[in-house]
T-cell receptor, first 111, second 114 residues
Framework: GEDVEQSLFLSVREGDSSVINCTYT??????LYWYKQEPGAGLQLLTY?????DMKQDQRLTVLLNKKDKHLSLRIADTQTGDSAIYFC???????????FGRGTSLIVHP | DAGITQSPRYKITETGRQVTLMCHQT?????MFWYRQDLGHGLRLIYY???????DKGEVSDGYVVSRSKTENFPLTLESATRSQTSVYFC?????????????FGPGTRLTVT
């Protein structure tokens, strides 16, 4: 089955850019998602990208997809303390309605 | 628009007891899911349901039972709770449309088994 890997922690200074990386194994993944989980809350969809796209930008968020290397990244520009959360990468393969989640990356933003 | 609610939000129970965690959606999304979240494991799928009366096992279903008699409710029962089932449990729902399978999550239930 699909395997989705993320590093567990990332620490950045407020105002810097954050880059959270994700690798996956299933080349037939059609939808790739980034979810954000704030402390004490459930996951919320942050953004997503279709497999036929290389990049998607949404305000401070930039998603890059390298299909050849099966690598997905989320860049947060001008990171703020409110961006501190756990970020989950998830993939969905064609024909499935059950996404595969990574373990989540804890983003810590310090002044 | 409440979305997905879970109850209770916090529960402490003893080993061997039966516990039921409730999940309710205010929409009529076809698909519903139960996950547990543990440090070092991320989210693991326990059970899912494609529609009322249709359920199937996920990755870590042993010791859990689900039912879905109504589209909007998807309760999760721990038949005889064990300490290893101490976790945070999330319910989720999705439309299951071809275009977008975004999952909407509830706020979670923190369960402690003593």
């Amino acid at each position: 089955g699909e395997d989705v890997e993320q590093s567990l922690f990332l620490s950045v200074r407020e105002g810097d850019s954050s880059v959270i990386n994700c690798t996956y194994t299933d080349s037939s993944s059609t939808y790739l998602y980034w979810y954000k989980q704030e402390p004490g809350a459930g996951l919320q969809l942050l953004t997503y990208i279709f497999s036929n796209m290389d990049m998607k930008q949404d305000q401070r968020l930039t998603v890059l997809l390298n299909k050849k290397d099966k690598h997905l990244s989320l860049r947060i520009a001008d990171t703020q303390t409110g961006d501190s959360a756990i970020y989950f990468c998830a993939t969905l393969s064609g024909g499935s309605y059950i996404p595969t989640f990574g373990r989540g990356t804890s983003l810590i933003v310090h002044p | 628009d409440a979305g997905i609610t879970q109850s209770p939000r916090y529960k402490i129970t003893e080993t061997g007891r039966q516990v039921t965690l409730m999940c309710h959606q205010t929409w009529s999304h076809s698909y519903m899911f139960w996950y547990r979240q543990d440090l070092g494991h991320g989210l693991r799928l326990i059970y899912y349901s494609a529609a009322a009366d249709i359920t199937d096992k996920g990755e870590v279903s042993d010791g859990y039972v689900v039912s879905r008699s109504k589209t909007e409710n998807f309760p999760l029962t721990l038949e005889s709770a064990t300490r290893s089932q101490t976790s945070v449990y999330f319910c989720a729902a999705s439309l299951g449309l071809a275009i977008n399978y975004e999952q909407y999550f509830g706020p979670g239930t923190r369960l402690t088994v003593t």
